[in-house]
């Protein structure tokens, strides 16, 4: 059997609306799975070893982001930070999967505003390294050509 918990720390006054679909369509006309294929079909993983962070600053006309986190069948421990500016973190996911091989963590994360970075924090010991795959999902023409400031 499978499980997906999802959970809301926060506060009271910050309630959480939350789904998860199987076979939803997106405004692409492709599929989350064929979404999340491309993703990792494209290559150009980064690792980021076990207590390691990788923080990744894009351009104002990314609305949406792509977040593919594997492993190579270990245990995936992370955090992913969404931040608007210095240290000022906006969302925060913690993932864990047993296996990042069969059942990675794949996410399309909003963007708005300027200053957007992504953080992400292998919280597993260094014996765990994780790959990130992190594209633009949605972008502005605002003239912008780089789409990734780093």
């Given amino acids: 059997k499978h499980a997906v918990a999802v959970r809301n720390t926060g506060a009271m006054e910050?309630?959480?609306?939350?789904?998860?679909?199987?076979?939803?369509?997106?405004?692409?006309?492709?599929?989350?799975?064929?979404?999340?294929?491309?993703?990792?079909?494209?290559?150009?993983?980064?690792?980021?070893?076990?207590?390691?962070?990788?923080?990744?600053?894009?351009?104002?006309?990314?609305?949406?982001?792509?977040?593919?986190?594997?492993?190579d069948g270990r245990p995936l421990n992370a955090r992913v930070e969404m931040l608007q500016g210095p240290d000022n973190v906006k969302q925060v996911m913690e993932v864990y999967t047993e296996d990042g091989s069969s059942r990675p963590f794949f996410a399309i994360i909003e963007t708005p505003g300027y200053g957007n970075v992504v953080r992400i924090v292998n919280t597993g010991p260094m014996e765990f390294p994780i790959d990130c795959r992190i594209e633009p999902y949605t972008v502005e023409d605002n003239g912008f050509d780089d789409y990734f400031l780093d």
């Fill in 14 to 71: 910050f309630p959480l609306k939350a789904a998860v679909e199987v076979g939803s369509i997106f405004p692409s006309a492709f599929s989350m799975e064929e979404v999340a294929y491309r993703l990792f079909s494209v290559g150009g993983a980064k690792t980021i070893q076990g207590g390691a962070v990788r923080t990744i600053p894009f351009s104002p006309s990314v609305t949406s982001i792509q977040l593919m986190l594997t492993t």
